[in-house]
């Protein structure tokens, strides 16, 4: 419901109220000079990854029981075994988000005339981040106010407090090799469709879960470090495509299921599934398949374009030539 706005030398706070969408709005303006004490505490983030794993569990009893009682796995039960699936893997991924977004935290904000919660700032390396950005800012804004030494009577510059706060943009080091292997998986999906190989989808499937943990990796490196934003935003992306690619392919080997039960015979049952996607899938899977491995590749090529071109003004801005050594 809440927000929060940067300009050049104040924050604007728009706390909004309401259910779904904010009902109404109260806009406050706190200026760079102004601002006393900016606050971060730390809190528990236990309650929200119980209340996702209890969503979770929610959903998975159903579709076990639907497992364990139905007599004939017939297309009905494949359907609704594929909706209460998604549910978990939508809830499994609100989990791993959470944990991934690190500590949660209150912010305050405290000038001379008020001390106010900022709903937006939730999360303590986001606001770590904010603040390094802000924090040049404001002690620009406020080089004229000082104060005077009670011992000396001399007058002293405001100090900073967290020398070490402010940290230089850097890019991961698993980015690159997290969008490659992105491009490779996507690049392989098309190819172990069309030439129907067991053996590649076997492949795929343990570089899906390598891959994940790369994703997984880098994700937590840019969230608890100075990131630049697209790659961020690129990692974020690629995390739900592949969400999305798992639950379209729990959704597919359930349906496949369903019309020929063989497809459930050890661990070559599911892949000779997925390697015959193109043949027995029907358009809709075929083309999904498709349309996924497309997104998953551009995807990963976007993010390896944002790389190499952030890693080359990182190290320009560090070199004598650059003109700026922080």
Same mark, same amino acid.
């Given at each position: 419901m809440s927000s929060l706005w940067r300009g050049e030398d104040h924050f604007v706070y728009v706390r909004g109220s309401g259910f779904l969408l904010p009902f109404t709005e109260e806009y406050k303006r706190y200026r760079f000079q102004d601002i006393q004490?900016?606050?971060?505490?730390?809190?528990?983030?236990?309650?929200?990854?119980?209340?996702?794993? *209890?969503?979770?569990?929610? +959903?998975?009893?159903?579709?076990? !029981?639907?497992?364990? &009682?139905?007599?004939?796995?017939?297309?009905? =039960?494949?359907?609704?075994?594929?909706?209460?699936?998604?549910?978990?893997l939508f809830f499994l991924g609100l989990l791993i988000r959470h944990l991934i977004m690190g500590p949660?935290?209150?912010?305050?904000?405290?000038?001379?005339?008020?001390?106010?919660?900022?709903?937006?700032?939730?999360?303590?390396?986001?606001?770590?981040?904010?603040l390094a950005s802000i924090e040049p800012e404001i002690r620009k804004s406020q080089e004229a106010l000082v104060f005077e030494n009670e011992d000396s009577g001399k007058a002293k510059a405001v100090?900073?407090?967290?020398?070490?706060?402010?940290?230089?943009?850097?890019?991961?080091?698993?980015?690159?090799?997290?969008?490659?292997?992105?491009?490779?998986?996507?690049?392989?999906?098309?190819?172990?469709?069309?030439?129907?190989?067991?053996? *590649?989808?076997?492949?795929? +499937?343990?570089?899906?879960?390598? !891959?994940?943990?790369? &994703?997984?990796?880098?994700?937590?490196?840019? =969230?608890?470090?100075?990131?630049?934003?697209?790659?961020?935003?690129?990692?974020?992306?690629?995390?739900?495509?592949?969400?999305?690619?798992?639950?379209?392919?729990?959704?597919?080997?359930?349906?496949?299921?369903?019309?020929?039960?063989?497809y459930t015979l050890g661990i070559s049952g599911p892949l000779e599934a997925f390697a015959a996607v193109a043949t027995e899938g029907g358009l809709v899977f075929y083309l999904s398949t498709i349309v996924l491995s497309i997104g998953l590749f551009a995807t990963g090529l976007i993010g390896l374009l944002q790389a190499v071109k952030w890693r080359g003004r990182i190290a320009s801005k560090m070199t004598p030539e650059g003109g700026n050594n922080g």
């Open positions: 004490l900016i606050s971060i505490a730390k809190k528990s983030r236990i309650g929200k990854a119980i209340l996702h794993s *209890m969503a979770m569990i929610a +959903f998975a009893v159903p579709s076990v !029981l639907i497992f364990v &009682l139905s007599d004939d796995f017939s297309t009905v =039960v494949a359907v609704f075994s594929s909706l209460f699936l998604l549910g978990v949660a935290c209150t912010c305050d904000i405290q000038t001379e005339l008020s001390r106010d919660r900022i709903r937006p700032l939730d999360r303590y390396f986001r606001v770590r981040e904010l100090q900073s407090t967290d020398g070490n706060l402010a940290k230089a943009l850097s890019v991961p080091p698993l980015a690159m090799p997290t969008f490659v292997a992105t491009m490779v998986f996507a690049l392989g999906i098309l190819a172990a469709i069309h030439i129907e190989s067991v053996t *590649m989808c076997g492949f795929l +499937f343990f570089l899906l879960l390598a !891959l994940g943990l790369l &994703l997984l990796t880098n994700l937590i490196a840019s =969230v608890r470090n100075a990131t630049p934003e697209s790659i961020r935003t690129i990692s974020w992306i690629l995390l739900g495509l592949l969400f999305l690619f798992i639950g379209f392919s729990v959704v597919y080997l359930l349906v496949s299921v369903s019309r020929d039960p063989a």
